[in-house]
């Protein structure tokens, strides 16, 4: 693995640099393994690389391929998913604390701001993570058309719940720290962040599944979320006219097949999608607004619903990916009834063994500690241990695509 990884910086900036497309998929396959095996921490220093790399190599690029742009979807997604789940320390230096920007330069007005959290809760400056978020906001948003179906296609997950997820994980991390602080030195934050807070919450209280335009539209079940960027790349080579044309004798067989594959397709993508859905609400209001965890507890019967459904639906048709992950953590560590959080954790234990991926058993664990470590609080009195309290007491690092 080292010696991957010194090979690697050798190709981005010396004499004989590698292409681009190389350099990233790459990287992600090395943040494959990582999740792949358990090594979450390792998986996160990859992704941190891929960032800089999208910046140093990346955003000069006009028109990317399609196979960059299903490199960087990937990326995207992970990234994200990687700091829904990543506790930053209280850090007194960090820029949060220090820099009051104007709402348009602050890392809350980009499509995907979560993305600087790095750089604005973690009080590092010297990892070589770039400071100008916004350039690789831009960077994304150029590409929106190209790269907004790619997430559906890939995961199962609409464009428009992973840049909500962005925005969510953004809050939160801001909540957490001003709340260990105990506030913000800027007189004018809890006024800016009500009402920021605020458009989050009309825009997931009121959002629904789109209708995908045909060209949108999957036609082959979703990928899992730690599939390999190499065969997800490869999968895109492939030319329409390399396919053999379908006989007047066996046309009518290949279209419904194809039409069975697509409506199949579309209904993982809606269980993946709403139990994703019901897992940002959970997420919002424990972690945002600080709800009691009694009023949500529909959401998380509609989590483990829809989970569930989708896993019998993989099995059935014998689909070797697993499911999105974050969302059953969420709702397993939300989960007031034993049976929702026993049901939610041997879904995960299931996964694991079905598809090898360790992450599963991580969040399983985890939950689990955090389940235990509730329920002693709670017979000393406690008010009820959060999760990413927990996580950070633990050190508990995660990334759960």
């Given amino acids: 693995m080292a010696h ?76 994200i998913m990687e700091e829904a789940t990543f506790v930053y320390p209280i850090s007194a230096n960090s820029e949060f604390f220090h820099n009051h920007l104007s709402p348009n330069a602050h890392p809350s007005s980009a499509r995907y701001p979560s993305l600087a959290a790095h750089r604005w809760f973690s009080g590092s400056v010297e990892d070589g993570v770039p400071a100008n978020f916004r350039e690789l906001d831009d960077f994304f948003e ?28 953004y809050l939160c991390c801001e909540m957490r720290q001003v709340r260990a602080r105990g506030g913000h030195p800027w007189a004018g934050f809890d006024e800016d962040y009500r009402k920021r807070c605020k458009v989050v919450e009309d825009l997931l209280c ?11 539209t999957a036609t082959t079940p979703s990928s899992s979320p730690s599939s390999s960027p190499s065969s997800s790349s490869s999968s895109l080579s492939s030319s329409p006219s390399s396919s053999p044309s379908p006989t007047p004798a066996n046309y009518t067989s290949n279209n419904n097949t194809t039409t069975n594959e697509a409506a199949a397709a579309t209904e993982e993508e809606d269980h993946a999608a709403q ?27 509609t989590v ?26 969420i709702a397993a560590a939300e989960a007031l009834d034993h049976a929702d959080f026993a049901d939610i954790v041997a879904w995960m234990r299931g996964c694991a063994d079905r598809y090898g991926l360790r992450s599963f058993d991580r969040a399983a664990d985890v939950a689990a500690d955090v389940w235990a470590a509730r329920q002693a609080e709670r017979r000393l009195g406690g008010r009820g241990l959060a999760w990413s309290e927990r996580v950070l007491q633990q050190k508990s690092f995660m990334i759960l695509p």
């Fill in 4 to 79: 991957i990884q010194l090979s690697l910086r050798h190709e981005v900036v010396g004499p004989k640099r590698a292409k681009y497309k190389v350099l990233l998929m790459a990287l992600l396959t090395l943040v494959t393994a990582c999740i792949t095996n358990g090594k979450l921490v390792d998986a996160r220093k990859h992704l941190l690389d891929a960032q800089r790399l999208i910046h140093v190599r990346g955003i000069s690029k006009k028109h990317p391929s399609r196979k960059v742009q299903m490199l960087h979807a990937m990326f995207l997604y992970l990234r």
């Fill in 142 to 169: 150029r590409s929106g058309p190209a790269l907004r179906p790619l997430f559906a296609r890939t995961y199962g997950i609409p464009e428009s719940l992973v840049v909500l997820s962005s925005h969510i994980t």
């Fill in 206 to 216: 009121g959002w629904t599944k789109e209708q995908q335009l045909p060209e949108e």
């Fill in 275 to 301: 139990a994703f859905h019901a897992a940002l609400i959970i997420f919002f209001y424990r972690d945002v607004r600080d709800i009691n965890r009694f009023t949500l507890q529909h959401h998380v019967k």
């Fill in 304 to 329: 483990k619903a829809h989970l569930l459904a989708l896993e019998g639906r993989k099995i059935a048709q014998g689909v070797a990916s697993a499911s999105v992950l974050w969302p059953g953590f």
